[in-house]
């Protein structure tokens, strides 16, 4: 993934999580305006939910912290996790759990105490010496400056980073080190926060240490790596199939949101040209499925698999009659026979395709539409329409979800091919008995 997608979706993961997070806590304290601030002396027994220009907590926050502002600092005490995202985080204090922080500058202070893992994405990320964070340290940033220490492993995604500190197992690094681009350090706007001075690619300080494994993936070998760890693996970046394989996926979703749109469009139009032209092809099925459901999907089972196969014995038929016509010399009749079964057998085809592809599924969306219109506007009812392209449109919706859709599309087409049969069946019967 792209240093600046990665980027994107660390962000988009960690608000998320903020928005999911904190609606569903039963219980928390609440605070905001353009200044929040707990007190060095003040203790909160709860969750606290901070929101302003600036939040700083001096004080003890016994449970967890979410805040989100312009500024964020932390100079106190949380026992629960620290969930963050404001243009500049700062973290001076202690975490008892995990630290969650999106900022355009990230700085983990020298008193910082993290219990578990602290997960950061931004434009800058900074631990300064003196910090310790008690799991891991996860970074997807523009830039990364590593000073304290850290129990657990480094996983870092960055333009360019500079370790100096202490990794207690396992540092795994992806650095872009073709970058030209001056430091985000040198970037002052009038909002943009304080950020360090970090060098290109990926550049070690004197103390800095990976008691495990480090394995880097960057285009470029850096020397000093070996004095880091004993154990070094460096990978090239693929950049080529890294870029075939963004393509692909970008493509592949962009296809499938098309693909569900032009289908639910086309289930939409031609159900309305059902309930036009032939509502009895959809009225009629869809009363017998509402009366005999389950044998309806097992005879719609049966009927899956045996249309096509009658359809490719047909087939056969057709070829071997004019197969047998041929070694007759019947020329005439051989392609007499090829003119009339081919195009026949053509038009089945075609009629299969729309049976299973849209009119089974126009017959289960109009049962379920018709039970909405029922509850909502029963006097729609008489009419087809509403009943069809309301449960069409739901129907389309429902196909479109990824795996389940498709097992709810299958059984639809069941249910509905079942239902067709049943009146094909019932109708030859009448047919006899007022024969006979």
Known sequence: MKRKNRIVVLLSLFILALLVIVPAASAGEGRGGDTVVIGRDEVINDDLFAAGGTVIVDGTINGDLAAAGETV???GKVT???????????????????????????????DARIGYNAYTAGASVQSQAGSRIGGSLIIGAGQGLVSGQIAKDLLAGTGRLRLEGTVGRNAKIAVDASSTTPSLGYMYGPNMPAMPVVP????FGEDARVVGRLEYISSKAFEDAGRVSSQVTHNLPPQDQQLSRELARQQSASSYVFDAVRRLVALLLIGLLLAWLAPRWVTIPAEKLLARPLPSLGIGLVGLVATPLGWLVALGVVIVIAVIFGLLSLGALTWLTLLAGLPALGLAFVAILFVVSYLCQAIVAY??????VERIRPAWNDQPYASLLIGLFILGLLIAVPFVGGLLQFLVVLAGLGAIILVIFQSRSTAQV???
């Open 367 to 372: 049962l379920g539409g018709r039970w909405i």
């Open 200 to 203: 290109p690619g990926l550049t």
């Open 434 to 436: 007022v024969a006979g």
């Open 80 to 110: 629960g996790n620290v969930m963050v995202a404001a243009s500049s985080v700062a973290v001076n204090g202690e975490v008892g759990h995990d630290l969650f922080a999106a900022a355009a500058a990230i700085t983990i202070g020298p």
């Open 73 to 75: 600092i932390v100079n």
